[in-house]
């Protein structure tokens, strides 16, 4: 019921930054919170960052200083702001969102992005 859609990866330079984007739609009630995971090659997918409707952050300590997670309320987006990047962040980044969607009643939803490739050349 709520589809995510991503957008802003591609390939840059070590100390290069790029930025992610991701909007929600759908029979949306309210969000709780919008976040990035990301999973490289051989690896479990891990937490990057996560920002609640109350604005409240948390970040990976592999990120923190480097990257911003914002997000716009009115246009169920959220952003990811990759700066300083280095090699070890390469992988599918993924946009997460949960809350609370509105069919014939409300209900909590969980829903995940198709992935966005990051890929950071040394």
């Known amino acids: 019921q709520v589809q995510l859609v991503e957008s802003g990866g591609g390939l840059v330079q070590a100390g290069g930054s790029l930025r992610l984007s991701c909007a929600a739609s759908?029979?949306?009630?309210?969000?709780?919170?919008m976040g990035w995971y990301r999973q490289a090659p051989g690896k479990q997918r891990e937490l990057v960052a996560v920002?609640?409707?109350?604005?409240?952050?948390n970040y990976a300590d592999s990120v923190k200083g480097r990257f911003t997670i914002s997000r716009d309320n009115a246009k169920n987006t959220v952003y990811l702001q990759m700066n300083s990047l280095k090699p070890e962040d390469t992988a599918v980044y993924y946009c997460?969102?949960?809350?609370?969607?509105?069919?014939?009643?409300?209900?909590?939803?969980?829903?995940w992005g198709h992935g966005t490739q990051v890929t950071v050349s040394s």
């Open positions: 997460n969102a949960r809350g609370v969607v509105v069919i014939t009643a409300l209900r909590d939803f969980e829903s």
């Open positions: 759908g029979s949306i009630f309210s969000i709780n919170a």
């Open positions: 920002v609640t409707s109350g604005d409240s952050t």
